[in-house]
Structure formats: C-alpha cells, structure tokens
C-alpha cells in the first residue's frame, strides 16, 4: 500500500476499443464542445450587454451558462487530448482539480435550477409582488447562496476523496477522475465519510427535485386558471424549458450515478456520464436560446453591427 503523499499520478482507462472508435468519438466530443461553448459564450454575451436582458430569469441563465461551460470545460479538452496523444495519465493535481470543478458545477447547477424554479413561481402565480420577491438584491444572494452551496459541498468531497490512500495500481476506469471510480480503486478501509456524502448529495438532489415539482404544480394549476390562451401560452413558453433542463440534468446524473458506488465502470456507464457531462451544456443553449424571441432580438442587436440587419433578421425567422 502506498500512501497518498507518493502518489504523483493516475491512469484514465477511458474508452478502450479499436483506434477509429477513439477518432470517432474525439471527433464527437470536439463537435459537441465547440457548440457548447459558443451557445453558451453568446447566452452570457447577450444576456450581458442587452439592458432589457437584466431581468431575473435572464439572470439566472446566464449564471447557469457560466457553469455549464466550467462543467464541460472540467472534462472534455483533458479527454479528447489524452485520446490524441495516446497519453492516459493524469496528474494527481490535475484529478483533484478535475473532481472539485465536476463536483462544483453540478452541485450549484442543481441549486441554481432548483432557484429558478422559485422564480418561474413568483412570476406566475404572485406577479404583481414579483418586483418586490425578486429584486436584483435577492437575486445575487440566491446565486452567490447556490455558488457557495456548491463549493463547499465539492471542497468537502474532494477532501475526503483525496485524503484515501490508493494501491500500486492507479488505473482509472473511466474518461475522468470520478468519485465514485477513485473509491472502487483505493485501498483505505475507511470510505464510509464519502459514501455517506454520496448518499447527502441523493437525498440534496431528490430535495431539489420535490422542490421543483411543489413549484410547478402550482405553476401549472394558476397557468390553467389564465383566461386567454396567448396568456397561457406565454406562461408555457417561460417554464417549459426550464423544467426541461432540469429533468435533463437530472436524469442523466441519477443515469451516471444511482449505480453500485464500487463497481468498474461499463462501456454503458462511460457512455451516461458522457451524456452527464456534455448533453445538458450542450442542449441549454438550444433550450433557451434560439426558441427564446427575447433571445433572439438580444442577437440581434449584438450582431447587427457585423451582418446586414435584414439578412439576419429573416435568418432568425427560419
């Protein structure tokens, strides 16, 4: 048994297979990457710089795009360079720093669309409080409440997963440094502090999820009650998307993660937290950018002075 202080490096086992599925999937992951991060680049850019863009909800998308980028960004280039490189190792740093920002972007994602759920809440059935609910003041609290939720939830995570001590054999089956991986390769006989940290985050998650669905279904029984079908409409069109971000989000993680917490990793499992990883970043713009008329005319105004206003406007017509 080595200890952890001479533990310089792990081996990520990754997608074994013939060197053309590697191409492929390289190829795949590059593809789905670059979208996710120019959806969401330009979701922070116009939600930024458009003034009638500083409301509540937009808000809130911005933050989660933000965090959708450090999701992806904490996985994806190490994956697709090590696959290049035919180079499996990671640093021991590099893994800490890989399981802080996995674990610190989803958590305060999670919060955050937990959050923005309360907001959808206030807007529909109290919109004549909504102003006073939602101010810009507790707007930044319920963020900055999420982001610190989140970072000290992974730092506690990381700790405890970092302090193991970890056998001769450091092979990874996995893509990236997951949690649940590292236990199932360390030799320590005390994991029980992780595990039962594995089993807060469930609970956190199904709390979140409860929350989400007393919001909503009070939500939908006031959307009922609106007397106009574009009144409704309207309503649908602001909370449909983010409930399906949210059950996207959410039932790729329990597909990556309600798993035996110590078994190898299939080529099945690689595959859900492949998904875990890269599907919500990657829809979330899509979600809410181009079927959002408010996000639309925003790129517009961002990019008229680059392209002829007539062309672009009947392109986002199409």
Known sequence: M????????????GFAGPRKLEILLDAMFLVIYLEAMMG????????????????PMYFFIRNLSLFDICLISAVVPKTIINSLTQSNYISF????????????????????LTVMSIDRYAAICHPLHYNVIMNM??????????CL???????????????????????IHHFFCDIPQLLAISCSEHITAEIALLFINTVLSFCCLICIIISYTYIFSTVRKIPSTEGQSRAYSTCIPHLAVFILFLSTAFAAYLKPILASAS????????FYIMLPPSLNPIIYGL?????????????????????LFLFLQT
């Open 137 to 146: 003041g507790t707007c930044v609290q319920m963020a900055f409440f999420s």
């Open 2 to 13: 080595n200890n952890i202080s001479t533990v310089t490096e792990f081996i990520l086992m």
């Open 149 to 171: 939720s989140g970072g000290l939830l992974s730092v506690i995570h990381t700790a405890v997963t970092f302090t193991l001590s970890y056998c001769e054999i450091l092979e």
């Open 40 to 55: 969401n680049g330009l979701i922070i850019a116009i939600t930024s710089l458009d003034p009638c863009l500083h409301t």
């Open 93 to 112: 740093l590099g893994c800490v720093i890989q399981v802080f920002l996995v674990a610190f972007s989803a958590a305060t994602e999670l919060f955050l």
């Open 267 to 274: 080529f099945t499992d690689l595959i859900l937290s492949a």
């Open 291 to 311: 079927r959002n008329k408010a996000m639309k005319v925003g790129l517009l105004k961002l990019t008229t002075k680059f392209l002829p206003k007539e062309n």
